[in-house]
């Protein structure tokens, strides 16, 4: 078993193919980079079984900073906020 290991930039969103709440996560936070320059990284669960068994059907799940800001319906401003 593989140990997940937090990707360097700040904001994560965990989430899988063919997800359509990952899509909408995914628009959300190209928003919120081009109001505040802060990129972010995907990282598909489907491919590290210790991801998968944590986030399961919970995705998309967004980090800042190694700290959950939601799943499923992320709101934007949570995220903004989190990255003050």
């Given at each position: 078993m593989n140990v997940p290991v937090e990707p360097e930039m700040r904001?994560?969103?965990?989430?899988r193919a063919g997800c359509h709440l990952c899509d909408q996560?995914?628009?959300?936070?190209e928003r919120v980079r081009e109001e505040t320059g802060e990129g972010?990284?995907?990282v598909d669960i489907d491919t590290d079984d210790a991801l998968r068994e944590q986030y399961?059907?919970?995705?998309?799940?967004v980090t800042v900073d190694g700290v959950q800001q939601g799943y499923w319906r992320i709101d934007a401003a949570r995220v903004r906020a989190a990255l003050a």
């Open positions: 904001v994560v969103l965990y989430g996560a995914r628009t959300m936070l972010f990284v995907e399961g059907e919970l995705v998309p799940v």
